[in-house]
Nanobody
Framework: QVQFVESGGGSVQPGGSLRLSCAPS??????????MAWYRQAPGRQRELVAR???????TYVDSVKGRFTISRDNAQRTLYLQMNDLKAEDTAVYYC???????WGQGTQVTVSS
């Protein structure tokens, strides 16, 4: 299991933007070739896949965030990002990063969108 540290969450108004970051903590796993993903879990709801990025930078998104969120990676810095624009109230959740298909669940970072 790999531990990740997520950051960048906060409270914003609808239409606002946030950029989430995620980096592995103390692990020597090969970030460069790893398929990575962002998930989120809203209160009372199941965790859902938001976006994933393969080792070759191919990306996929859940329909509800297409055109608003962008997943990216900096392999040199071993950091995963999620740029979130035009945020909506329904984006409110705890956001987690993990290797795609793994259970590397960390503390997550809270995103709250409210007027």
């Amino acid at each position: 299991q790999v531990q990740f540290v997520e950051s960048g969450g906060g409270s914003v108004q609808p239409g606002g933007s946030l950029r989430l970051s995620c980096a592995p903590s103390g692990s020597l796993f090969n970030f460069r070739i790893a398929a990575m993903a962002w998930y989120r879990q809203a209160p009372g709801r199941q965790r859902e896949l938001v976006a994933r990025i393969m080792g070759g930078s191919i990306t996929t998104y859940v329909d509800s965030v297409k055109g608003r969120f962008t997943i990216s990676r900096d392999n040199a810095q071993r950091t995963l990002y999620l740029q979130m624009n035009d945020l909506k109230a329904e984006d409110t959740a705890v956001y987690y990063c993990t290797r795609y298909g793994a259970d590397d669940w960390g503390q997550g970072t809270q995103v709250t969108v409210s007027s």
